[in-house]
């Protein structure tokens, strides 16, 4: 079965430092691998998504992701951060054959001014 | 463009009451989503479609749960009788045909508190 760990619950960094959120996934074949945003009272939002190709994905807002096969990861990076970045962000893997996706329990994004 | 519209955004209701939550995905997407977001289980698919035929609903708890798409622009998940445990956030998600590389898109969700 597909996993996700995301192994930091909560992370605070100042703006304009940079940023990198882990993810980890576990699966048999080759994933489809997303990341999502969630702002308060809000719905998830889609930063980038990797399924193929070049392993650094360029998305929305600035982020950036690599797929590491080798460390089964799929960090989210941003060289730096804006006030507004703060939110919570989820990474997600979904299986060929189903439409289903797991996801990670999510890592909580504090900005300090 | 129109996202995918919950109603409604918020509901409190008592235990023992039947709740109906609400979805509207975006026109031309032939897979829906429902998904329950608790702080304790994180977010969970609990049954999705796929032109408007329930393709899995491995995720719904329990039989009080019971989701419905009667056409392409609408579909409900209800819960009857609801429980206090039964409160969370409920997402609904959609996606065009074409693979899991079709990213879901969300609704804003619908915060369900069952006092």
């Known amino acids: 079965a597909q996993s996700v760990t995301q192994p930091d619950i909560h992370i605070t960094v100042s703006e304009g430092a940079s940023l990198e959120l882990r993810c980890n996934y576990s699966y048999g074949a080759t994933p489809y691998l997303f990341w999502y945003v969630q702002s308060p009272g809000q719905g998830l939002q889609l930063l980038l998504k990797?399924?193929?190709?070049?392993?650094l994905v360029q998305g929305i807002k600035g982020f950036e992701a690599e797929f590491k096969r080798s460390q089964s990861s799929f960090n989210l990076r941003k060289p730096s951060v804006h006030w507004s970045d703060a939110a919570e962000y989820f990474c997600?893997?979904?299986?060929?054959?189903?439409?289903?996706?797991?996801f990670g329990s999510g890592t909580q994004l504090t900005v300090l001014p | 463009d129109a996202g995918v519209i919950q109603s409604p955004r918020h509901e409190v209701t008592e235990m023992g009451q039947e709740v109906t939550l609400r979805c509207k995905p975006i026109?031309?997407?032939?897979?829906l989503f429902w998904y329950r977001q608790t702080m304790m289980r994180g977010l969970e698919l609990l049954i999705y479609f796929n032109n408007n035929v329930p393709i899995d609903d491995s995720g719904m708890p329990e039989d009080r749960f019971s989701a419905k798409m009667p056409n392409a622009s609408f579909s409900t998940l209800k819960i009857q009788p609801s429980e206090p445990r039964d409160s969370a956030v409920y997402f609904c998600a959609s996606s065009p045909t074409g693979g899991v590389n079709q990213p879901q898109h969300f609704g804003d969700g619908t915060r369900l508190s069952i006092l």
């Open positions: 026109s031309g997407h032939d897979y």
């Open positions: 990797y399924f193929s190709g070049d392993t």
């Open positions: 997600a893997v979904g299986s060929g054959a189903a439409r289903q996706l797991t």
